[in-house]
């Protein structure tokens, strides 16, 4: 039932859709394409002996940037904007969805189950190792080394999730990913200034900033 009522509400946005237009359709198909690569592209893995953080980045592009890249083309599109201002938005999408995802990810790992309701290590355990894992299973540290002998794969026991989020606590994980976030906002900043100076140029600011602030 619950595959069939996704069926269905699909079908209604697809018809709701064609009364924008074939250049909208075209736009929804291709992003929905993307959404389902991302999800096939992270179920498979990182193909063996391809780079392991690029993999990663590609899978979040596809899965989380792509949609938000999509909510600012359509928005600018029906808007009226002119080309310069739709890829403006379109970009700022894609980044802001990067963002959006390293940053959920390193709350997975951080944030007490009070503050955030996600249980700490829920990636860890589905075997998902993230942009802050892959960072720290990369140290040439005692940290780095015991990680890698311990995450090779799920980790089914609570001892070795807890284990594990302590490693990652005392690795460079953390610092690394959020020095990858920054530079993902120094390009939406770029962005921005391809816009016109506005109330609303300015909230778009404000919410690539509050995704970070998120992290504490």
Aim: charged residues 25%; contains cysteine.
């Amino acid at each position: 039932v619950a595959i069939l009522s996704g069926d269905y509400l699909f079908a209604t946005a697809s018809r709701l859709l064609a009364r924008l237009g074939v250049d909208t359709v075209a736009h929804f198909a291709r992003t929905f394409g993307e959404l389902v690569t991302g999800q096939m592209r992270e179920s498979i893995g990182c193909p063996e002996g391809a780079d392991e953080v690029e993999h990663y980045l590609q899978v979040i592009r596809e899965k989380t940037g792509v949609l938000i890249a999509s909510s600012g083309h359509l928005g600018a599109l029906h808007a009226g904007a002119d080309e310069k201002t739709v890829e403006a938005l379109t970009r700022y999408g894609g980044l802001v969805g990067l963002i959006f995802q390293i940053v959920d990810d390193i709350i997975d790992i951080f944030s007490a189950h009070e503050q955030s309701g996600k249980t700490p290590g829920t990636d860890l355990r589905e075997g998902v190792f993230t942009l802050l894992v892959l960072h720290a299973l990369r140290e040439d540290t005692e940290v780095g080394e015991e990680l890698r002998g311990l995450l090779t794969g799920p980790l089914t026991e609570d001892e070795d999730v807890e284990r594990a989020l302590e490693l990652l606590g005392r690795s460079q994980g953390r610092e690394k990913a959020l020095a990858d976030v920054h530079r993902y906002l120094a390009e939406v900043e770029t962005q921005m200034d391809r816009l016109p100076a506005s109330p609303a140029t300015d909230a778009l600011r404000l919410l690539a900033g509050y995704t970070i602030r998120r992290v504490g």
